[in-house]
């Protein structure tokens, strides 16, 4: 699927940055951990599913003609059901991980590839030595292991590799995967499942005339976040889809770099929203759109037996104010086939999520304050401190157990720079969001996609717009160790927009 040229949109972004307000100013391998980071956890019968993923490189047919060069997760089985990977025909994405809630899970990660890498399993809750986390890459050649035991909620998750200054090149040239959990409270809701349970990874790419990919040539493309020409669904072009006229579970992930998506049904019918990054919702949420940002994840239900059969259904990016969002397109269309039996029916209750309540946390009235900035160097940055290894600031000290609010302000500082979004993800939890607050200043930016924010459940990523102040609530629970959390524009994280917090009891 092609879109436009972006660099129009970039211009127009910009310019209403700029006219919001008339100036914005902003504040200024330990090798013995690669391979030893993680003990045995579990004894051998202890362990409900072992994997074997390797990161290679490979080539794959994206268009006709030249193969297109990518790197790409391949998995094995070794012990538990045989369905527990579910490989996507001919697309460079690796295989979907299908796991349990309560599942003692070991996988051996063996880096192919020639440069450093590590594994991160987005948004699952997993001690400090399984997170991925930089510090933790492991050299061409080497092998790492992962011990945990499944406590998350039934959802959609992912992974992708988190190596320090090489995420965003790395998950560009295709290094990614959902991770796809259940557990007893799904299963008694009857939804969708099997062939009727759909997942779709959107991410744009930009090409070459051999069919090759082209990422991040300019200062522009990090300082903005790359944005690609070209729309892959699941690692393929995929203008249409085929589907039965009947109930189904689009598994949405926007497993784009940097770019944000304002998501609709070309027919102007509402989306149903039925789970975020952190699983289901207590009931069914209707938007005419949902604001997709990077990272981000949405279940949505639709019934396709609404519509004739033999027509088609297109799922649309429309027109927003985000970089590269002034030109809308068609994500992919939706061909509706036969009728096909389906007992399945849209629960009016979803889940039982027992919030946190904000006014038990240990600062409520006085959440943390992280300010998102560029700085005098033109470097993205958090609090005016860039990445480090292993460094924590005082004010990224936690206690294990303590309940506390957080609050993302992207509204400038003292030094010369600009606004721009920031999807702000936090490792080894889940949250609720609390509050937002936007300046008046940047009101139309922010409107053109505030309708479709999905703030109800649990999330791990949540968008913090130009001139806005997002508050999010979490529990520092089970381990204590060192996290990361950082935007999720993949340029602004390899830039240094990415910090270390540390949980200890």
Known sequence: MEIQDFSPSRRVFLKKIAAAASAVYINSFIAACRTSATATTFSDSEVDVELELAAVPDDVQIFPGVLTNVWRYQGKVIKGPTETLEIIPESYLGPIIHLKTGQN????????????????????????????????????????????????????????????????????????????????????????????????????????????????????????????????????????????????????LNGSNSRIYKIAWSDKSPLVIIGTDGGLLE????????????????????????????????????????????????????????????TTSLPPTLSRIAPHDPSKAVNAGSPRLFSLQMGMRMVWNINGRTFEMEDVASNEKVKLGDLELWQFENTGGQGMGMLLPHPMHIHGLQF?????????????IYSSISDGLIDAGWHDTVLVM?????????????????????????EHEDMGMMRNYRVSA
């Open 283 to 342: 009931e069914p949420i209707y938007r005419e759109y949902i604001t997709l940002a990077p990272a981000q994840r949405i279940d949505a239900w639709v019934d396709f037996s609404k519509y004739p059969i033999g027509s088609t259904l297109e799922l649309v990016n429309q027109s927003n104010s985000t970089p590269g969002g002034n030109n809308p397109f068609t994500i992919t269309s939706f061909s509706i086939g036969n009728d096909a039996s389906d």
């Open 432 to 444: 609720q969001i609390i509050d937002r607050q936007i300046d008046p200043r940047y009101q139309d």
């Open 105 to 252: 899970v070991k996988i051996t990660f063996r880096n192919d590839l020639l440069e450093p890498s590590i594994i991160h399993w987005h948004g699952l809750h997993v001690p400090e030595a399984a997170d991925g986390h930089p510090r933790l890459v492991i050299d061409p050649g080497q092998e790492y292991m992962y011990e945990f035991t499944m406590m998350d909620r039934a959802g959609t998750y992912w992974y992708h590799p988190h190596p320090h200054g090489k995420t965003g090149p790395q998950v560009y040239k295709g290094l990614a995967g959902l991770i796809i959990i259940h557990d007893a409270e799904e299963n008694s809701l009857d939804l969708p499942q099997g062939q009727y349970d759909l997942p779709i990874v959107i991410q744009d790419r930009a090409f070459d005339e051999s069919n090759q990919f082209i990422y991040a040539t300019s200062r522009m493309d990090q300082m903005m976040g790359f944005l690609g020409n070209t729309l892959l669904i699941n690692g393929l072009i995929q203008e249409k889809i085929s589907v039965e006229a009947r109930s189904y579970r689009l598994r949405l």
């Open 466 to 490: 130009p001139g806005e102040k997002v508050t999010v609530l979490m529990r520092f629970e089970d381990f204590e160790g060192l996290y990361l959390y950082h935007c999720h524009n993949l």
